[in-house]
């Protein structure tokens, strides 16, 4: 276990120290970006670690996986973020754990999400998942609506009992006219986000970027990175 703490340590450390040079070269200040460790497929063993050196912020993508190791780790000061297209099905089990939904991409999502919260008692956090790759109404590949849906879907949230509306979430997309051109998008992102402060002004989370594009996420003024790889190592291959 000490040698998986070294190797988590070391892989932290490289992680602050990209965040921190693209602040400075973006003249933003460190602590206005948020790392949060996405640890899917990775147990809670390294979790429990993680939370040793410091993190605060984890993410997981499958509610499968994540309900039982939020349950190992909930005596750690922990906040986890929910990030993967979420059926409704599962929204009872999301909400008993997540802090923050942050791929809130549909009203039927928004209502499930809204019942549970009051159900159980606690505010949760949404942010709406923006699809880059898709049309002004449309939806993304992996989730997500197009730019024009972005205002109903957030008043929706905001007028929800029990939700939220903490801002903007976006994954680099693979297709479309932002494919390989992840500042452009993360750019994108924060002119939509500008926008929704207009009228909700405390919706100022704009989480983008990961492992391989957290630079620009940082250079467009992302307030949040969703870091795994550079962290935990390569994922081993599921199935």
């Known amino acids: ?18 965040i921190a040079a693209a602040c400075a070269a973006a003249g933003r200040k460190r602590e206005e970006v948020t790392l949060i460790v996405v640890t899917k497929t990775y147990p809670a063993s390294d979790v429990r670690i993680l939370s040793e050196l410091g993190v ?25 973020h929910f990030v993967g297209q979420l059926q409704t099905n599962k929204v009872r089990s999301v909400v008993g754990y997540a802090g923050l939904v942050q791929s809130v991409d549909r009203a039927r999502l928004v209502t499930a999400l809204s019942k549970e919260a009051v159900r159980q008692e606690r505010e949760l956090g949404c942010l709406v998942q923006v699809a880059l790759d898709a049309d002004e109404s449309g939806r993304g590949e992996r989730g997500g609506v197009g730019p024009g849906g972005i205002e109903e879907l957030g008043e929706l949230i905001a007028g ?80």
């Open 56 to 80: 605060r912020h984890v993410a997981e993508n499958r509610d499968q996986d994540a309900a039982p190791k939020a349950a190992a780790c909930s005596d750690l000061p922990l906040t986890w």
């Open 160 to 239: 929800a009992p029990g939700l939220r509306l903490d801002g903007l979430m976006t994954v680099a997309p693979l297709t479309g006219p932002y494919a390989g051109r992840e500042l452009a998008a993360f750019e994108r992102l924060m002119d939509l986000s500008t926008d929704l402060r207009r009228t909700h002004p405390a919706a100022n989370m704009v989480s983008a970027g990961m492992s391989a594009d957290l630079e620009q996420a940082v250079a467009a003024g992302a307030t949040h990175v969703r870091v795994g790889t550079a962290v935990l190592g390569v994922r081993p291959r599921l199935g």
């Open 1 to 18: 276990m000490r040698d998986r703490k070294d190797e988590l340590a070391e892989n932290l450390a490289k992680v602050e120290h990209r």
